[in-house]
């Protein structure tokens, strides 16, 4: 289902992630957990934590969109049934990295599982996956690539529930402004780490054919989980 192309898209600017060689002298370093945003541990057992509250269960189907070095996957392979776990992240080399180190049973996931995309066309991924999730991505990215990724995420009849997380803004004027988060990150309009209104969420989410639920839940950074169900006919 294709968004309502009046919607608000805003926030045109260079994901930081874009940079040349970012990744690589990243992963020389041995730095393919810090790139992701640290925390590691904390933040995998709350992403794994509100995906079984979401309902996901072993033999569900999970894609992890942005899945970076794997800081949710190597907490989510061991727990679904072998080859149910998929993965995207504009690099492949970061989650080959997270694959090689982070594992504890690297034969669990097939490498081929772990697909590049930087644009939410999910090239490969199967149409039987039932949960999907994208946990601090889209505060590192124009509010344009939210609205593709509901789009594209329509393809996947299976599909339950997509969780995701934002930065917000409380009102139109902290809109326009640097905006102190909770939890002392201070988000831009204009700029990563990016944040938007909670009304600009709801609105996008119907426009693309999805119900949206805010999740009162303490996220690292002061994050905001969104749940998304896809309305079908």
Not at 148 to 169: G, M, Q, Y
Request: charged content about 20%.
């Amino acid at each position: 289902m294709a968004c309502n192309p009046s919607v608000k898209v805003m926030h045109l600017s260079t994901n930081p992630y874009e940079t040349v060689g970012f990744y690589d002298s990243a992963i020389s370093a041995g730095r393919h957990r810090a790139i992701v945003g640290g925390r590691w541990e904390e933040t995998g057992r709350i992403e794994l934590k509100v995906l079984r509250e979401a309902g996901l269960l072993p033999h569900h189907h999970l894609l992890d969109i942005g899945a970076g070095a794997l800081r949710l996957g190597c907490k989510a392979v061991p727990y679904l049934e072998p080859g149910h776990y998929w993965a995207t992240d504009a690099s492949r080399a970061i989650m080959l990295a997270g694959w090689r180190a982070e594992l504890a049973d690297p034969a669990r996931l097939d490498p081929a599982q772990l697909v590049e995309d930087a644009r939410f066309d999910f090239p490969g991924i199967p149409a039987h996956i039932t949960h999907a999730i994208a946990f601090a991505v889209f505060p590192h990215l124009p509010f344009a690539q939210l609205h593709r990724a509901l789009t594209n995420l329509h393809r996947f009849e299976r599909l339950d529930c997509f969780l995701f997380t934002v930065f917000l803004a409380p009102d139109p004027v902290a809109l326009m402004t640097p905006y102190r988060q909770a939890d002392g990150v201070v988000t831009h309009h204009n700029r990563a780490p990016f944040h938007i209104l909670e009304e600009d969420v709801n609105q996008l989410a119907r426009s693309c054919g999805w119900r949206v639920a805010r999740r009162e839940v303490m996220l690292p950074r002061g994050q905001v989980l969104f749940a998304a169900q896809p309305v079908r006919s």
